[in-house]
């Protein structure tokens, strides 16, 4: 093989090796990049333990039954990344009504998941994943 063709033959296993990265990444649903339920509820648990240690939110739970919320959490997050889960708890809307939370404490909440996702070794692309899945969730959780 000359050089020129060495390149060539380089550059194309290059290619098929990058591609077949891409595809994997591609092919695996965010469920599965979470860990499956096993991996969403141990997300939920250091949420629920970085709630607790949050002096911007933490009040707001109080009286809360955390183990309702620990799996009415995770069924939510497993149904919202397309896992095999149904949430069976009340909307978005209706669970956080009346409390007017604001802009700040939504923020908190999501300065508490991105720290329990980083506890959990979840990589920070598939932390944006998930959070670009919950954003749309400002809407009904926020007063406006
Ligand atoms: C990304 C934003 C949020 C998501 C995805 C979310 C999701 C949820 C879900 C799924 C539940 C129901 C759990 C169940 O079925 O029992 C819940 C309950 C609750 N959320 Fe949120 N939430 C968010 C933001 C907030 C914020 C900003 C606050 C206030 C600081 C808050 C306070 C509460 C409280 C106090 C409950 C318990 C309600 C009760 O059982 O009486 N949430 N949330």
Do not use: W
């Not at 329990?116 to 954003?135: D, H, S, Y």
Request: net charge positive.
């Amino acid at each position: 093989m000359n050089h020129r063709m060495k390149k060539l033959f380089g550059g194309i296993v290059l290619c098929v090796f990058v591609s077949a990265c891409a595809n994997q990444s591609r092919q695996q649903s965010l469920y599965e990049a979470l860990g499956q339920y096993e991996g969403i509820n141990n997300i939920t648990h250091q949420l629920i333990l970085n709630i607790a240690k949050d002096e911007r939110v933490k009040h707001r739970y109080k009286g809360v039954n955390m183990s309702k919320f620990k799996k009415g959490m995770s069924d939510y997050v497993c149904a919202v990344v397309e896992g095999p889960c149904t949430y069976g708890g009340d909307n978005m809307k209706l669970v956080h009504a009346g409390y007017n939370y604001t802009n700040t404490e939504f923020n908190a909440i999501v300065d508490d998941l991105i720290l329990a996702m980083e506890q959990c070794g979840i990589p920070v692309p598939t932390q944006n994943r998930l959070l670009a899945k919950l954003a749309p969730t400002y809407k009904d959780v926020v007063y406006h």
